[in-house]
């Protein structure tokens, strides 16, 4: 699954610097729609779009990097070019007890992105998952 993973994307990758440098950007499909947005949706819905014109990608073990935004490549459920930013944020609640919410959490990322387990949490801010929503934390 993982492989196929990664090769769907180095396949978008690559069609998407053949493009790129073939076709003057914005992407056009049809006449009148001009797609200047590669949009990114994780697996529990979030979307992040960045600018298509003069875009690195790269992929990094089972990291993707898209101009400023990172994405771990099993939480991607798919990517699509659209004509307006659809990024998507996510309420994010303050707490007063972490510990709580840290017991309850059902997925754990540090700021840069990464999804870690509990054991790697150390001192610093986190985004933790629960089922009664998601949180932000400070672990000192």
């Known amino acids: 699954m993982m492989k196929r993973i990664m090769l769907s994307l180095l396949m ?51 990291t993707l990097t898209a101009g400023s935004k990172t994405f771990t490549l099993t939480n991607l459920s798919k990517m699509y070019f659209s004509t307006t930013d659809e990024t998507t944020t996510a309420d994010i609640k303050a707490v007063e007890s972490s510990q709580m919410i840290i017991d309850e959490a059902t997925e754990i990322y540090n700021l840069q992105g990464h999804k870690i387990s509990k054991d790697q949490m150390h001192k610093g801010i986190y985004i933790v998952k629960t089922k009664q929503g998601t949180h932000k934390i400070a672990v000192k």
């Open 12 to 62: 978008a990758a690559g069609m998407l610097t053949t493009l790129a440098t073939t076709h003057p950007l914005p992407f056009a499909a049809t006449e009148g729609n001009d797609f200047t947005y590669l949009t990114f949706e994780t697996t529990d819905g979030t979307k992040a779009s960045v600018a298509v014109e003069g875009l690195p990608l790269t992929i990094n073990g089972t």
